[in-house]
């Protein structure tokens, strides 16, 4: 059992930059694949980023691409987002996500989905202004 929580979201103007954290609990954090979703209404929940335990590969969604980084400390069990450039559209509930994969997606292509991750923080609102 893992469990999430996020912080740093807020209200920022276009242009402007965030870093979002995601505090896990346990002691396998190492093991966990992590993951960055987001949620805008009345749209699906869209991957960001994920990365391996050892964060050595990293994925990221078109939207991310060039401007997002993710990143984890094992050693603080925490996963960060920082996000550059943000624009309106980035606007939405921005969630963390955890699998354990202790070998990391291997291939797979379940860290893109919603469905690959069995744990999931409560969300951080970020609101982008134009």
């Known amino acids: 059992q893992v469990q999430l929580v996020e912080s740093g979201g807020g209200s920022v103007q276009a242009g402007g930059s965030l870093r979002l954290s995601c505090a896990a609990s346990g002691r396998t954090f190492s093991s966990y694949t992590m993951g960055w979703f987001r949620q805008a209404p009345g749209k699906e929940r869209e991957f960001v980023a994920a990365l391996d335990w050892s964060g050595s590969s990293i994925y990221y969604g078109d939207s991310a691409k060039g401007r997002f980084t993710i990143s984890r400390d094992n050693a603080k069990n925490t996963v960060y987002l920082q996000m550059n450039s943000l624009r309106p559209e980035d606007t939405a509930v921005y969630y963390c996500?955890?699998?354990?994969?202790?070998?990391?997606?291997?291939?797979?292509?379940?860290?893109?989905?919603?469905?690959?991750?069995?744990?999931w923080g409560q969300g951080t609102q970020v609101t982008v202004s134009s």
């Open positions: 996500a955890a699998r354990f994969s202790p070998g990391g997606p291997r291939g797979g292509t379940w860290h893109y989905r919603a469905d690959g991750y069995n744990y």
